[in-house]
């Protein structure tokens, strides 16, 4: 019998009945409003609305033994998605009966289909098996998103996927997860950063940039560097290039400015929207500097230039 966290408030009939208060002692409590009645036998012993919190616990207790929040809910704690899912999604064991039942999603989970490893006081799937149900259901885009995401959050290791991958005998787009978690593990951290590796480095034979790490001698973590020619590109999201980090990133730009290194810098509709412009000016300025390979066409360049 699980015992909901007390900051959730949320108790079921069973375990009120264990701190021997009586079936009138709670009716008293109901009837003046002290506690509300969430769901059958379930009580929220606050005197306020339930949070979602309380409804995954209610749900939670509502699903009986072996009933775990599932990847909605589980990515909503995670801090992977928001706002707040609705309804709440709770797996419970195949035998039992699942349905939609108010503010939650009942779902049967096949024993296997995923880790059986379960986390936190508010039982939910682990990171790899959430991340993986949500790809299963989502654009590139959003799987690029929501690996390098968990990575960048340091919630899971390109490793750790890869092995929880490996242990399903069906996940939909195996092989474009598999292919972004070889990115991931290169050092390409945010959604951007594996946009600017798949399309313009890959896609335009651009050699290999060394990713996330320090150079020169200098303090600064710097996005892709391309250290036998004296070149970096930025890669600037809109989140940490706002604000005072806009100075942050001058002063960088300048300082290796002062050792003769030069930096190029894009954003979203850069990479996004004009792959290959962004992969011309940086072959053109590795080309000067020495690179002796030339840049190929992409099938987006060779629509262009059909």
Known sequence: ????????????????????????????????????????????????????????????????VGARLGPNASSYLYKLVEPEPMPVDVLVPVARYAQRHGPWHFHRER???????????????????????????????????????????RLTTPGRLSKALAARSRQRYRRLINDLLCDVAVGAESRLEVSYLRK?????????????????????????GYDEYALLVELDGRLGHEGMARFRDMERDNRFALVDWTTLRYGWY?????????????????????????????????????
């Open 270 to 306: 850069d990479v996004v929207e004009r792959p290959c412009e962004v992969a011309a000016q940086v072959a053109q300025l590795l080309m000067s500097r020495g690179w002796p390979g030339t840049p190929t066409r992409c099938r987006r360049c060779a629509r262009w230039h059909s």
């Open 111 to 153: 024993a296997g289909a995923r880790s059986a490893s379960t986390h936190g006081s508010l039982p939910r799937l682990d990171v790899e098996a959430t991340v993986l149900d949500l790809c299963a259901r989502s654009t590139e885009g959003e799987i690029v998103g929501l690996i390098s995401t968990a990575v960048q959050r």
């Open 1 to 64: 019998m699980r015992l909901a966290n007390a900051q959730s408030g949320v108790l079921s009939r069973e375990q009120v009945l264990s701190f021997d208060l009586s079936r009138h002692v709670i009716a008293r409590l109901l009837n003046t409003d002290r506690w509300r009645l969430i769901d059958r036998g379930i009580y929220l012993t606050l005197p306020v609305e339930p949070s979602w919190l309380a409804l995954a616990w209610a749900g939670i207790l509502i699903g009986g």
């Open 200 to 224: 313009v480095e890959r896609a335009h034979g651009l050699p290999d940039g060394d990713r996330q790490r320090r150079r020169h001698g200098l303090p600064y973590f710097t996005d892709v």
